[in-house]
């Protein structure tokens, strides 16, 4: 749909002149003062509103869980939740501490994986799609092409709290060894209590890290350590071979951006409910 929005209307205009002699003066020219939010007659305002209920959902479901304390842990399976990966404390319950249990007894207030959901937190907030997102859904700024945002001014990101988001490549740091542990708890699961086997919840497991690695692998901040500083192509076949790989996946982050909500999600869920005995893990070997 396109709209014309040309208007001779000069009185929607606002300009000013710099001081000056006067017949060299050059008018600037600030914003046109619109009186309608939009000309747009669709429905604009349908994908900001499904995004900020996606990720509000996301957030909602993710905070209850990490401070509940139960549930994320099967001990005949070994089942652990990514949401309490790794755990490394003494309020930790046995068998759940892959990595030992260094840290003593936290208070309730205090989620058990406090290492890692601040860093994951941090990876996800200053990701360059997910800033588009609810910057977009949440800010308005703007919420759709061709509709004015209600903020007067705007500064970039070179301000607190926005200048945050010049870290991002910090947190891919910490977020790549997070999916590597994430991987060890889906490999260590293959072995519970009866010896080696394979259950639903070990594909469940399997499916949330391989998009893991997708969401992580095709984040800009990959695209750049892999092959960003180069100059030379040719000099570097190889950084050139995983710099294309990671280039392909990272026209899919938006998809897997939102997968990854989704699996986890799924994945907290299933451990929660075979945990707790609400259901049965599906067998396919012993």
Not at 118 to 141: D, E, I, N
Not at 223 to 238: D, E, I, M, Y
Request: one cysteine or more; proline letters at 6%; hydrophobic letters at 40%.
């Amino acid at each position: 749909m396109v709209i014309n929005v040309t208007s001779t209307d000069h009185s929607n205009r606002s300009e000013a002149t710099n001081p000056g002699d006067g017949a060299g003066d050059v008018p600037v020219r600030t914003r046109a003062a619109l009186t309608r939010r939009t000309l747009r007659a669709d429905r604009w305002w349908i994908p900001p509103l499904f995004t900020t209920l996606g990720l509000t959902a996301f957030v909602v479901y993710a905070t209850i869980r990490s401070f509940m304390r139960e549930g994320y842990w099967d001990a005949e399976h070994h089942y652990l939740t990514p949401f309490y990966s790794p755990c490394l404390s003494d309020s930790c319950v046995p068998g759940s501490s892959h990595f030992g249990t260094p840290i003593g007894e936290l208070p309730g207030f205090i989620p058990l994986a406090f290492l890692s959901l601040p860093f994951l937190l941090g990876f996800r907030l200053t990701c360059y799609y997910y800033r588009k997102a609810y910057y977009r859904s949440v800010w308005f700024a703007p919420p759709a092409c061709a509709v004015t945002e209600p903020h007067a001014r705007y500064t970039g990101e070179t301000r607190l709290p926005l200048v945050v988001q010049n870290v991002h490549r910090y947190f891919f740091y910490v977020a790549f060894v997070i999916t590597v542990i994430n991987t060890y708890d889906a490999v260590v699961a293959f072995g519970g209590q009866r010896g080696f086997g394979i259950g639903l919840g070990n594909i469940i497991l399997l499916v949330n890290v391989f998009f893991l690695w997708c969401y992580t692998l095709s984040c800009h901040s990959c695209r750049h350590v892999t092959g960003g500083r180069l100059k030379h192509f040719s000099k570097n076949p190889v950084r050139y071979w995983i710099w294309t790989q990671v280039s392909r996946l990272n026209v899919r982050h938006m998809q897997f951006a939102w997968i990854t909500l989704g699996t986890l999600v799924l994945t907290d869920l299933y451990v929660w409910l075979v945990s707790t005995d609400t259901i049965s893990d599906l067998r396919l070997l012993n």
